[in-house]
């Protein structure tokens, strides 16, 4: 019988957890800062159009481009409590507690989704521009390789 290994390793340059939770704080800081602003709101959603591009650069650079699917999850879940708040402030907290739980929760699938197609976007686009550094796959045929 052929024994024929195939490894498939995954190479993956530095750690993103600390660049993903500086981009949910600065969400955060930028959900509320829209909630709580009645008039001119493009400040806020272009500095999280910005914030959302950097954080794609990080993740194509470092080649974690995985993480663009869990990213806006973890930023709802650190932006939710402090949005609640927000719309407790400006709607009072009976109705801002019921509005906010109501458009918190449902309007993070349109931020989320947002997020999701930027950071796609961008990581993806420089992941493809950063090129690759060298074999994905591996195969060892029979005698070869770490198994011998």
């Not at 660049?19 to 800062?33: E, G, R």
């Not at 806006?72 to 719309?87: E, Q």
């Not at 449902?106 to 976007?121: D, M």
């Given at each position: ?11 993956a340059?530095?750690g993103?957890?600390?660049?993903m ?57 650190v ?20 509005l906010?739980?109501?458009t ?30 060298g ?14």
């Amino acid at each position: 019988m052929s024994q024929v290994v195939i490894q498939f390793r995954q190479r993956a340059r530095g750690g993103a957890s600390a660049p993903m939770f500086l981009w949910s704080l600065v969400m955060a800081v930028v959900l509320v800062t829209y909630e709580l602003e009645r008039h001119g709101r493009g400040g806020a959603i272009v500095a999280g159009v910005v914030a959302t591009a950097i954080f794609g650069v990080i993740l194509g650079w470092r080649r974690r481009t995985g993480l663009v699917v869990v990213a806006p999850l973890f930023s709802w879940l650190v932006a939710w409590f402090p949005l609640i708040i927000a719309a407790m402030v400006r709607h009072g907290v009976l109705a801002g507690l019921l509005l906010g739980v109501l458009t918190v929760t449902l309007g993070w699938f349109v931020i989320g989704g947002l997020e999701l197609v930027e950071l796609a976007i961008v990581a993806t686009l420089v992941a493809r521009l950063r090129g690759r550094s060298g074999p994905e796959v591996v195969v060892f045929g029979p005698g070869e390789g770490p198994l011998r």
